[in-house]
């Protein structure tokens, strides 16, 4: 019987806006696994990669893609595709919003290509927009939320259009051209079932593995509802924990076939299950399993006791989304925490010897320069060791995204726009836009000054750094590079 060859593809952004560390997507991974563990055959292709570099540069005014740069990637792109896409039958194309122009070009390419292979949207967007993405001329399939399943089902069934009737999580065209959205697919409860993210991508470059820093998820889902953020119309608002066990099975896995040392929690929310977390440190600590680790998480949610055991685990460095310094705007914004238990927060991270990272947004329909400087005096207050300040970006299924389209205040809907190099996408109250931009590139630099000072002057903070990536060669260069950098860049009173 003949069995449907599938391809996944990650479509190009962030090697164009270079507005993040590359990171491989995990998502896709995943989907790929759990096909392989069917018996498909399956590849991806990621066309986001470049080699890695901590050179990223602060993201200020410059709305522009480097076009030169986008014409060369793309041509690397089709030519690839051409023999990727030989007798595959299913193309899959993640897709969030901002790399949405992309995802539908790559479908061009592909129908171009190859004409009857059937295209299948996933990830964020398509979730929150299917009915929409289902327009779009290349796209025949968009599936809703977690894609494993779903995914199996389709691969199981295509060509046979009338079975899509059966598969929940999905939104395809009839034979008269209307839209038909099947029953929503219950969220996958044991994550333990799924088998570990594939890690294995081909890129325009050429086929690669693992890269130096292992992204991995302990969770799926968050229980809270920040205004700003879209991410429950995915993964949903019941948190599901994988067993301790089962993460540390993978990172024992990955250890020892990619040799790597170092990962990245990415989940929405790291910790809010103690048990889990605590098992975790404790299987690390006892099995001697060595790795420096990093997550992201919120206020609040890990306490000192927590913070010690993972330091000792091997935890270098904790993330928590702060978003604004000004109480006022926090409650606006549903964050649901205070300043207090930001502050306490973060002095129990440093006190632990853990590197703290802050996450803010500034540019909310009612930023002030008052509320700025809240989100000033609070940086200058937790001195975290990293800054994150991003403008504000209204993702469609965030509330913030649905008031602004009630109000008529969002300037387009133009998806290629809704990236992190343009967030002048809606009127806000009472500070243009120009003002905003300014604001965040003297408090950006007036952060990096301060942090560079702190990074030659404090050798505990030299050592630390140097401790952190001794088990890495390529990011003990890199670290080396950088702290190079940062050196010319302060004596030069440049940022
Ligand atoms: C790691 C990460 C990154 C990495 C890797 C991105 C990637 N391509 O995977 C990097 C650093 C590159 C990145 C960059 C950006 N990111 Co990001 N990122 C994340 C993060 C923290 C984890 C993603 C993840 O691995 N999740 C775990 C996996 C298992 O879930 P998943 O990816 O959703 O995949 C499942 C389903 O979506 C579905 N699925 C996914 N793809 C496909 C494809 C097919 C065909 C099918 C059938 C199903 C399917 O099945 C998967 C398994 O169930 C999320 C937040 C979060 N916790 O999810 C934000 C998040 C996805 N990022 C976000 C944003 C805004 C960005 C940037 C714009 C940031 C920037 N400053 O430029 C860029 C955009 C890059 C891009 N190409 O989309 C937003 C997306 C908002 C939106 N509406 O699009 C999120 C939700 C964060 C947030 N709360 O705002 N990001
Ligand atoms: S921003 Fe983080 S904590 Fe808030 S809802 Fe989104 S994932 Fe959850």
Redesign the pocket.
């Given at each position: 019987m003949h069995k449907n060859k599938i391809l996944?593809v990650?479509?190009p952004?962030?090697v164009f806006?270079r507005?993040?560390?590359?990171?491989?997507?995990?998502?896709?991974g995943?989907?790929s696994s759990f096909l392989e563990s069917y018996g498909f055959d399956v590849s991806i292709f990621n066309a986001?990669w470049m080699p890695y570099t901590i050179f990223t540069k602060p993201?200020v005014s410059n709305k522009s893609y480097d076009y030169k740069q986008k014409e060369n990637h793309w041509l690397k792109i089709k030519n690839c595709m051409v023999k990727l896409l030989e007798n595959v039958d299913i193309l899959?194309?993640?897709?969030?919003?901002?790399?949405y122009g992309s995802a539908l070009k790559i479908a061009k390419i592909a129908k171009d290509i190859n004409p009857n292979v059937v295209i299948?949207?996933?990830?964020?967007?398509p979730?929150?927009m299917p009915g929409k993405t289902l327009k779009e001329d290349n796209i025949d399939i968009v599936?809703i939320?977690?894609?494993?399943h779903?995914?199996l089902d389709l691969a199981n069934n295509l060509p046979n259009k009338k079975s899509l009737y059966n598969i929940p999580g999905i939104c395809f065209r009839d034979e008269q051209g209307e839209a038909i959205f099947t029953k929503r697919r219950d969220f996958i409860e044991n994550l333990d079932l799924l088998p570990s993210?594939n890690r294995k991508f081909i890129s325009s470059e050429g086929r690669y593995d693992m890269m130096k820093i292992a992204?991995i998820?302990a969770s799926?889902g968050c229980c809270f509802k920040c205004s700003f953020?879209?991410?429950h119309a995915?993964?949903g608002t019941n948190v599901r924990y994988r067993s301790a066990d089962n993460i540390a099975e993978e990172i024992v896995y990955l250890k020892r076939k990619y040799r790597i040392n170092r990962f990245d929690f990415?989940?929405?929310t790291f910790g809010v299950n103690n048990l889990q977390v605590n098992r975790l440190c404790d299987i690390l600590l006892s099995k001697g399993i060595n790795i420096s680790w990093g997550c992201?998480t919120r206020a609040g949610i890990l306490d000192f006791r927590m913070l010690r055991l993972m330091r000792r685990a091997g935890c270098f460095g904790v993330s928590i989304g702060v978003e604004s310094g000004n109480p006022d705007m926090l409650k606006k914004i549903k964050k649901n925490i205070s300043i207090d238990r930001v502050v306490n927060s973060a002095a129990d991270i440093k006190r632990a010897g853990i590197k703290l990272g802050c996450n803010f947004i500034i540019g909310y329909r009612e930023e002030t320069e008052k509320t700025l400087q809240d989100t000033e005096k609070l940086i200058n207050k937790i001195k975290p060791d990293g800054i994150n300040l991003?403008l504000l970006?209204p993702?469609?299924?965030s509330e913030i995204f649905d008031k602004l389209s009630e109000e008529n205040r969002l300037k387009t809907y133009d998806w290629t726009l809704y990236?992190?190099k343009n967030p002048d996408l809606f009127v806000r109250d009472n500070m243009p836009y120009d003002k905003l931009v300014m604001h965040r590139e003297r408090i950006l630099k007036n952060f990096l000054i301060k942090m560079r000072l702190k990074k030659f002057t404090n050798i505990k903070y030299i050592i630390n750094d140097l401790w952190i990536n001794r088990k890495c060669p390529v990011l003990f260069v890199e670290m080396l590079k950088q702290f190079v950098y940062d050196i010319f860049k302060y004596l030069s009173h440049s940022y």
């Open positions: 996944l990650n479509p952004y962030v806006t507005t993040a560390e590359p990171c491989l997507p995990l998502g896709l995943y989907v986001d993201i899959g194309i993640a897709v969030s919003t901002p790399s299948v949207a996933g990830g964020i967007h979730s929150i599936v939320g977690e894609g494993e779903t995914m993210s992204p998820i799926r953020c879209s991410r995915v993964m990415k989940d929405d992201q991003s970006i993702y469609p299924g990236n992190a």
